[in-house]
């Protein structure tokens, strides 16, 4: 009986000891398991932030490598758009030299040389009524006392004369051509009003002499230029005959012929003649007329038209330029004594009429030339002034 009591007390024994240590096992898995989970996610929450670490630091490495090539190519994107505008400034510098060259005064077909030498008869002009040479005239006639004080206010009124153009003649030869024709006007103008100044005092010294005095001053004075005028007459209808039926049956013959043109326009008389060389030449020459529309006859339409290399707009422009000029030309030559007068006064007499229908026909092509001129670019300008 104790025996048996003993043995179930032992087992109480024996089971409560292996359900605490049953227990006890239990709570110390778990609790392994408790702490492998904790370090597990201690372990991962450390990789994760090393990891946006990682990726701050790459992220920031790249933003920072990005900002500096941003950086670079702004600075090589400016340096490109600063040599090519460099480029483009120097090309039109040099277009506006090459233009400023090819406009320059003396450079130019042959309409640009007959205009500049209306333009310089202005000055030329003055020079002329600045040099008449009276004592010789004095000399010539035998003046009396009357005729002294005729010839006297001749000289005052010349002089005034002389004093007026060379305040109210153009000083510079303009680079446009529609400028150069306004220059020419305005001399045409300044010359017209010396005329008025000196025509009366011109006639009333005339009107005193005898018809004896009157031929020793044709003789001494007037005589060498009225032959002078005669001999370059038939000289000049010879020119116009040939070249009105000279037929340029080629490119070459037409180059050649307008190469000749410009050689004879470079050699007209340039800004930088003295002035002796101006008081000798004359204001205008008696051919004014005939010069001015031989030029105005005479474009090179197709060279023009190719070597310019004219638009649709353009080439209407300038064919409105070529009828006007042949208007012009016509009304020219029909405006213009045909005659050589023999008198002094007859002689201002002609030379106003030549320049009163000069003006007219220059007023009258001016609109039509500016038009096409403005319709051209920078470098067709260049070309057109190099074969007008």
């Given at each position: 009986?104790?025996?048996?009591?003993?043995?179930?007390?032992?087992?109480?024994?024996?089971?409560?000891?292996?359900?605490?240590?049953?227990?006890?096992?239990?709570?110390?898995?778990?609790?392994?398991?408790?702490?492998?989970?904790?370090?597990?996610?201690?372990?991962?929450?450390?990789?994760?932030?090393?990891?946006?670490?990682?990726?701050?630091?790459?992220?920031?490495?790249?933003?920072?490598?990005?900002?500096?090539?941003?950086?670079?190519?702004?600075?090589?994107?400016?340096?490109?758009?600063s040599r090519v505008r460099d480029r483009e400034d120097g090309t039109r510098r040099r277009e506006a030299e090459r233009g400023d060259a090819a406009l320059r005064p003396g450079r130019g077909g042959p309409f640009a040389a007959v205009v500049e030498k209306l333009v310089r008869g202005c000055g030329q002009q003055g020079a002329e009524f600045e040099n008449w040479p009276f004592d010789a005239i004095a000399q010539s006639v035998g003046t009396d006392e009357k005729q002294r004080n005729a010839l006297a206010a001749l000289r005052d009124s010349a002089k005034a004369a002389a004093e007026r153009l060379a305040a109210d003649c153009p000083q510079d030869v303009p680079a446009a051509p529609s400028a150069r024709l306004e220059a020419v006007e305005q001399g045409i103008d300044a010359a017209l009003a010396a005329f008025d100044t000196v025509e009366p005092a011109l006639t009333t010294f005339y009107g005193t002499l005898d018809d004896e005095q009157k031929a020793r001053l044709y003789r001494d004075m007037a005589a060498p230029a009225v032959a002078a005028a005669r001999e370059t007459a038939p000289r000049r209808e010879a020119q116009e005959e040939r070249r009105e039926r000279r037929e340029y049956s080629s490119r070459r013959e037409r180059a050649r012929a307008y190469a000749a043109a410009r050689e004879a326009a470079a050699r007209e008389p340039t800004p930088r003649q003295t002035a002796t060389s101006q008081a000798a030449a004359p204001g205008w020459s008696g051919a004014v007329c005939e010069e001015l529309a031989a030029v105005l006859r005479g474009w090179p339409v197709r060279e023009i038209e190719r070597d310019v290399r004219l638009s649709s707009p353009q080439r209407v422009a300038f064919y409105e330029l070529v009828t006007a000029s042949l208007k012009a030309a016509d009304t020219l030559g029909g405006a213009c004594p045909a005659e050589t007068a023999l008198t002094p006064v007859g002689r201002m007499d002609a030379m106003r009429k030549r320049l009163a229908a000069v003006r007219a026909a220059t007023a009258a092509i001016r609109p039509a030339l500016a038009h096409f001129y403005e319709a051209l670019d920078q470098g067709q300008k260049v070309r057109f002034a190099g074969m007008s």
């Open positions: 009986m104790q025996d048996r009591v003993r043995d179930r007390r032992d087992y109480r024994v024996r089971e409560r000891g292996d359900r605490r240590r049953a227990r006890t096992l239990d709570e110390w898995r778990r609790s392994r398991e408790t702490q492998s989970q904790g370090q597990d996610s201690g372990q991962d929450r450390g990789q994760a932030l090393a990891r946006d670490r990682g990726e701050d630091r790459s992220r920031e490495t790249y933003d920072r490598r990005r900002a500096r090539y941003d950086e670079w190519r702004r600075a090589r994107d400016d340096w490109r758009r």
